[in-house]
């Protein structure tokens, strides 16, 4: 976001709470709010990357995603002990002293994404010439909204935002009639969209600057994502929309990936990078060993570039030095097991591979690998949606008899291979065009095992790109991959991977008769492993 998007979020700020009062003797003007801009004097583009960011940011770090579903997905591990017990959250799936914090996090913070995406809307509806940055805010909406209901379930929806007209208590809207009405609102707003007008400003995802045409592609990517999630819950109208999707226009190429880029100097800092560079986290979690042996078994050319073993000793392991990143030293640690001496101790697991360093110096998790630099790097990308994502959704789409055009399902199968191996650039590890298109070719689609192979290289991708909400939420969908639950000691859902996240606590005590309802129509209430609408 560099420099800019500080400048962009401080207008903002000035625009709204500075403006200047001039003297008069009318008593109206005496009187009205010096505060308060006005749809003609705030520019809305101006909230574009506030909305942007704090989309990107409620799926980052400490804001959930990397102490709930990086462990509940098996795609990272951690031993959970001393400092970093805050990660029994993940594949322990054991409640910690900030549990509830965690929980209320990506509410909060895409419901103020939703917030400004709501506010440019109205500032702009009105006015046909600002059409584009109205329809961008109904996608960002539809972004936003519906992440937090695949997160949650039923949410506030018709209801929610709408503090200024004395709304304070939002109704929970069923996540039925969530999606249904997203989708149709996405479906007329990027049909909205027109190049001979306006084109939005202050643009935060990279590359983009506006440009209607990548607009539009990202929003029929979105389409694609929505109406995929419905496969089994409803699938006419899940065929309905990836068709429609399909034949408005996914993403072509990874130039066309969404993804805002960090700025650290600004404090617009990457929150995966700064969960990792915390001491304990950087010592404690490692990639899990279902990731790892996925990748090794096809000798995947991102192990390379995503994993390092550390330099032998307690003070190396702990030390944000790269490490030994040779695919054939890397081993992923298992899941469910902590450094605490007792039954699951990491040193009683099969297959232990024994401590490196002595003493002193010992550290029983040394030949474990753990994440590589570009994921400390604060300034990194933070994804939103990829070519890769796309293309595997429409190999499924395919394989399931959709007519989504005529590439053969093998065909998208590679391209979302092939660019989930060059997207990795974004984060920093370039590997050449040639080399990712070699390996999805080496590598092709077996029809038989179609579903199984897609949506495994689907979880593998997004968690890759430490994208983990995507690739939990994908798992409830299809299934894939097939993962053992942990069951470890005092865990808050029966040894099971949970399903939702709760509530935030606030919602029972704040929302309390709204909250009830929503939760009398979970099957089993306000637990970790209900089930949501459209996971079936």
């Given at each position: ?481 097939e993962l053992t639950p942990i069951n470890y000691v005092g865990n808050f859902s029966g040894g099971q991977i949970p399903r939702r996240q709760l509530y935030p606590t606030g919602e029972a005590t704040l929302n309390g008769a709204n909250y009830t309802e929503a939760v009398n129509r979970l099957s089993g209430g306000d637990r970790w492993t209900s089930r949501i609408w459209?996971?079936?």
């Open positions: 976001m560099k420099m800019t998007m500080r400048k962009k979020i401080l207008a903002a700020i000035l625009l709204t709470g500075l403006l200047p009062v001039a003297c008069t003797d009318k008593f109206d003007a005496i009187n009205t709010d010096p505060t308060k801009a006005s749809a003609e004097t705030f520019d809305a583009n101006l909230l574009l990357p506030s909305i942007q960011w704090k989309y990107v940011s409620a799926q980052a770090g400490y804001n959930g995603s990397i102490l709930f579903q990086s462990g509940w997905m098996q795609l990272l591990s951690s031993t959970t002990s001393g400092a970093a017990n805050y990660y029994s959250n993940a594949d322990k799936y054991v409640i910690s002293s900030n549990t509830n914090s965690y929980l209320a996090s990506v509410w909060n913070t895409d419901y103020s994404a939703a917030s400004f995406a709501y506010e440019m809307e109205q500032l702009t509806k009105d006015n046909p010439v600002r059409s584009n940055l109205t329809n961008v805010a109904i996608i960002m909406q539809a972004q936003t909204l519906s992440t937090l209901s695949d997160v949650y379930g039923d949410i506030p929806y018709m209801e929610a935002l709408q503090a200024k007209a004395g709304v304070t208590l939002p109704a929970y809207d069923t996540q039925e009639s969530v999606y249904k009405s997203l989708l149709q609102r996405l479906d007329a707003a990027v049909a909205g969209l027109d190049a001979s007008k306006p084109l939005p400003a202050n643009d935060a995802f990279e590359g983009y600057k506006g440009d209607v045409a990548k607009w539009k592609k990202y929003g029929y990517s979105l389409m694609l994502k929505m109406a995929m999630r419905l496969v089994k819950v409803d699938p006419a109208t899940a065929k309905m929309y990836a068709e429609k999707a399909a034949a408005g226009g996914t993403f072509a190429s990874v130039a066309d990936d969404a993804y805002v880029r960090s700025d650290d100097a600004n404090g617009y800092t990457n929150g995966n990078a700064s969960a990792l560079q915390t001491p304990a986290d950087l010592y404690q979690v490692r990639w899990s060993k279902k990731l790892i042996d996925y990748l090794k078994a096809s000798n995947d050319p991102r192990l390379g570039a995503i994993a390092e073993v550390p330099a032998a000793g307690l003070t190396a392991n702990q030390s944000q030095n790269a490490g030994n990143s040779d695919p054939a030293v890397q081993m992923g640690l298992p899941n469910g097991y902590d450094m605490n001496g007792g039954a699951t101790d990491i040193t009683r697991s099969p297959g232990y591979p024994g401590a490196t360093g002595t003493g002193a110096e010992a550290t029983p998790i040394g030949k474990y690998s753990r994440p590589s630099a570009i994921y400390r790097n604060r300034n990194a990308a933070l994804f939103v949606l990829t070519y890769a994502e796309t293309e595997l959704l429409l190999a499924e789409a395919v394989t399931r008899g959709f007519s989504v055009g005529s590439a053969t399902a093998a065909a998208h199968y590679r391209n979302g291979v092939s660019a989930g191996i060059q997207s990795l650039s974004k984060l920093g590890a370039a590997i050449p065009a040639a080399t990712a298109d070699a390996y999805a070719t080496a590598n092709p689609l077996v029809p038989a095992n179609a579903l199984k192979q897609i949506n495994e290289q689907y979880w593998a991708t997004t968690g890759i790109f430490f994208n983990f909400v995507e690739s939990w939420n994908n798992w409830k969908r299809s299934g894939y991959p459209w996971d079936k």
